[in-house]
Every structure is written in structure tokens, then in C-alpha cells.
């Protein structure tokens, strides 16, 4: 089946690391992405990639860093230097990132900061 | 920019009952338009969408037309059930930069039986 994964599905850190969340697709999409939502709000973008080797920040890029080595991985990380990292992390894909495409969307990774 | 508005929620109703989740925007030129319902503790998945004004997306029971004049894309369904339950998130593509989808705040809804 194609589709979106992201792991792990919940992920606890403590103040000061670093982490790793992992989304994969099989879709053969070239355009990736990272939203954050907090309790009660909408999706905000952190970072987006259309193309293998290219990326760029989003609204809230600030604490996060990616890397796009492959066309089917797009991991985020999440650094020391976000000030509040408590979120639900959700990864998408689209087929080249055109106005009509539609994103697909992975289970999601939920951070809690100890 | 870009944005879009939605009706806060919670919207309570009852089984059978009709859904009217109003959803407007701002943009440049000519968006594509998206609703996406948001199940407890899962990921987004798309619902509907339109393209171009005057488009209907519809899935499932649920309509939405892209009213360029009102710049407005509501989302109905005439008989809700209490599996419609969710989060639901309106959103556009503009011609920004990385055709990034730009969402509402969300509207939950909750069908009781």
C-alpha cells in the first residue's frame, strides 16, 4: 500500500536534546513537508522541500532543521533552541507542489518535552 | 498573505441532524480550495476540494462550492452521523511561495446519537 509514515508515533525528550522524527513515502511525490499543530489551533508550516537536495523554511522554521537526501525521506529535527517543542508534528506530500495538488498527510509524531 | 477563516467550534448537533461549517479566505489570484477532517489522535485526510470558482468538491455525503464572489467555501452535509465526529480544517493554495497550504483554525464537531 502507498502512502505516508511517520515514527515514532509518540516521543518524549528531554530539555536540552535533540531529536529525530522520521517521515517516509512510497508515493514517488517530490514535494514534502512539516506542519505543527498545537491543541485547538490550525496547521502551521515549518518547513517544505519540492525537490531532492532543496528545501526551504516555512512560517515557523525557527529550532527545526531537515535534510532531503533521498525522495522518499524528509526527517525533521527538532533542536535545543525551540522554545516550546510540545506539539503534534504531522508530514506531508504532494506530487510536485503545484496549487492543485493535494497533500497527504502521515499519522502524525507527538512530542512531549519533560 | 494568505488566509482563511472558519466558524469556531465546538459545533454540537444531533444525529441526522445538517452541517454548515462556514469557511472564507483572503488571497491573490486564484486559489485551490481544501477541507480536511482531522479523526482523534490520526493525521489530516483530504475530504474534498475545488480548483477553480464555481467548482463543487464533494466525498462522502459532504458539498463544498468555491464561491469566488463571496470568496467563501463552505462545507455542508444534509444528515450527520455520529461517525463525522472530527476536526474539520478548511485550507487554500495560493500562488505563494511553495504553493503552501495556508489553514483555518479548525471547527470540531460533535454528533450525538
Known amino acids: 500500500d502507498g502512502g505516508i509514515t511517520q515514527s515514532p508515533k509518540y516521543l518524549f525528550r528531554k530539555e536540552g536534546q535533540n531529536v529525530t522524527l522520521s517521515c517516509e513515502q512510497n508515493?514517488?511525490?517530490?514535494?514534502m513537508y512539516w506542519y505543527r499543530q498545537d491543541p485547538g489551533q490550525g496547521l502551521r508550516l515549518i518547513y517544505y522541500?519540492?525537490?531532492?537536495?532543496?528545501?526551504q523554511k516555512g512560517d515557523i522554521a525557527e529550532g527545526y532543521s531537515v535534510s532531503r537526501e533521498k525522495k522518499e525521506s524528509f526527517p525533521l529535527t527538532v533542536t535545543s533552541a525551540q522554545k516550546n517543542p510540545t506539539a503534534f508534528y504531522l508530514c506531508?506530500?504532494?506530487?510536485?507542489?503545484?496549487?492543485?495538488?493535494?497533500?497527504?498527510f502521515g499519522p502524525g509524531t507527538r512530542l512531549t518535552v519533560l | 498573505g494568505n488566509s482563511v477563516t472558519q466558524m469556531e467550534g465546538p459545533v454540537t448537533l444531533s444525529e441526522e441532524a445538517f452541517l454548515t461549517i462556514n469557511c472564507t479566505y483572503t488571497?491573490?489570484?486564484?486559489?485551490?480550495l481544501f477541507w480536511y477532517v482531522q479523526y482523534p489522535g490520526e493525521g489530516l485526510q483530504l475530504l474534498l476540494k475545488?480548483?477553480?470558482?464555481?467548482d463543487k468538491g464533494s466525498n462522502k455525503g459532504f458539498e463544498a462550492t468555491y464561491r469566488k464572489e463571496t470568496t467563501s467555501f463552505h462545507l455542508e452535509k444534509g444528515s450527520v452521523q455520529v461517525s463525522d465526529s472530527a476536526v474539520y480544517f478548511c485550507?487554500?493554495?495560493?500562488?505563494?511561495?511553495?504553493?503552501?497550504?495556508?489553514f483555518g483554525g479548525g471547527t470540531r464537531v460533535l454528533v450525538k446519537p
Open positions: 522541500s519540492q525537490i531532492v537536495n532543496d528545501f
Open positions: 508515493l514517488n511525490h517530490d514535494a
Open positions: 475545488a480548483t477553480k470558482a464555481d
Open positions: 488571497a491573490t489570484g486564484y486559489p485551490s
Open positions: 485550507a487554500l493554495v495560493g500562488k505563494a511561495a511553495g504553493n503552501k497550504l495556508t
Open positions: 506531508a506530500s504532494s506530487i510536485s507542489g503545484g496549487t492543485t495538488d493535494t497533500q497527504y
